[in-house]
């Protein structure tokens, strides 16, 4: 090994592990300091996490609204493709089981699939194994705006996440599991970007 292809090695490594430097202060830390001055009781620090979480959730859901709008779908039609994709081939589902996964009434999601139908998203099939039933699954149009939309948004993510390091992204990961477990029950299985349910 020659010893300029060593000082390069050397400064990728020392790069890759070199300590980001900390963060300044922003507006939430002055408004964090505040606070703790007019309420004894509170604790600024978890009153932070509490508050960056809910304005980067904000972020991020203003982010999926802007790839939902690019490729033409909202998150009723998105998160039904989702729950097809995910049953995995041939992906398909009965509109009652989709209904009771979604949490709708049998009304809500029958106005939903109409809707997905015309615009070509879904096509309504017999169920064979219940006469009066019926099978959705998604047209071709429907796989591909999906994964379109799927994709882009991975990559809007990523790029945010980008601001972290993998040993950072792990740990923040780990940490938010944790934290998730103080309700029980809650935040589990929301595996798609559009995990807010409106009705109908």
Do not use: C
């Amino acid at each position: 090994m020659t010893s300029n292809h060593r000082r390069r090695k050397i400064a990728a490594v020392a790069t890759k592990t070199a300590p980001r430097a900390k963060p300044e202060l922003d507006e939430l830390d002055s408004q964090l300091q505040v606070w703790a001055r007019e309420i004894p009781n509170l604790d600024p620090l978890t009153e932070g996490i509490v508050e960056r979480i809910q304005i980067l959730a904000k972020a991020f859901d203003r982010s999926v609204d802007e790839t939902l709008e690019q490729f033409g779908l909202d998150r009723r039609a998105f998160k039904v493709l989702g729950k097809l994709r995910h049953a995995g081939a041939p992906y398909r589902r009965s509109a009652g089981d989709l209904a009771a996964h979604m949490r709708l009434s049998s009304g809500a999601m029958t106005n939903r699939l109409d809707r997905m139908e015309s615009a070509g998203l879904i096509r309504r099939l017999p169920d064979p194994n219940d006469r009066r039933g019926t099978l959705v699954e998604p047209t071709d149009e429907g796989h591909a705006v999906w994964t379109r939309t799927v994709g882009t948004q991975a990559i809007r993510e990523a790029k945010i996440a980008s601001v972290l390091d993998d040993r950072q992204r792990a740990e923040l990961h780990n940490l938010l599991r944790t934290l998730m477990q103080a309700f029980p029950g809650n935040g589990h299985g929301q595996g798609d970007i559009a995990s807010a349910e409106p009705e109908g």
